[in-house]
């Protein structure tokens, strides 16, 4: 079992920063990399949680969603079990309820699969991420 915590959500003005963090509990980060940890956020108004990013083999897979590129980071802190998501020049369209999610790596598996929601086990609670314009 594995239980996720978020945390680091808040209201920004756009241009702003937030770092996210997922804790993980029940699992040590040292056997993630076996695991994938996946960023996925909720827009107001929208059914389906959207892929924002992956993060493996202990950072040295990691794979964006094209429009955060190059604002957004992931990492992670094996000491603190935690992965984070570093935003930087946030806009408006950011604002979400950003979770995050686990599961066994799937070998063989395109990076496609990892972008559907559907294919993980384990989620977090969420956290609320506003921005202003």
């Known amino acids: 079992q594995v239980q996720l915590v978020e945390s680091g959500g808040g209201l920004v003005q756009a241009g702003g920063s937030l770092r996210l963090s997922c804790a993980a509990s029940?699992?040590?980060?040292?056997?993630?990399?076996?695991?994938?940890v996946g960023w996925f956020r909720q827009a107001p108004g929208r059914e389906r949680r959207e892929f924002v990013a992956?993060?493996?083999?202990?950072?040295?897979?990691?794979n964006y969603l094209e429009s955060v590129k190059g604002r957004f980071t992931v990492s992670s802190e094996n000491a603190k079990n935690t992965v984070y998501l570093q935003m930087s020049s946030l806009k408006p369209e950011d604002t979400a309820v950003y979770y995050c999610?686990?599961?066994?790596?799937?070998?063989?598996?395109?990076?496609?699969?990892?972008?559907?929601?559907?294919?993980?086990?384990?989620w977090g609670q969420g956290t609320q991420v506003t921005v202003s314009s």
């Open positions: 029940g699992r040590t980060l040292s056997t993630f990399g076996d695991f994938v």
């Open positions: 999610a686990a599961r066994a790596k799937k070998f063989y598996s395109p990076f496609t699969y990892y972008t559907n929601p559907n294919n993980y086990g384990y």
């Open positions: 992956t993060f493996s083999d202990n950072g040295e897979n990691v």
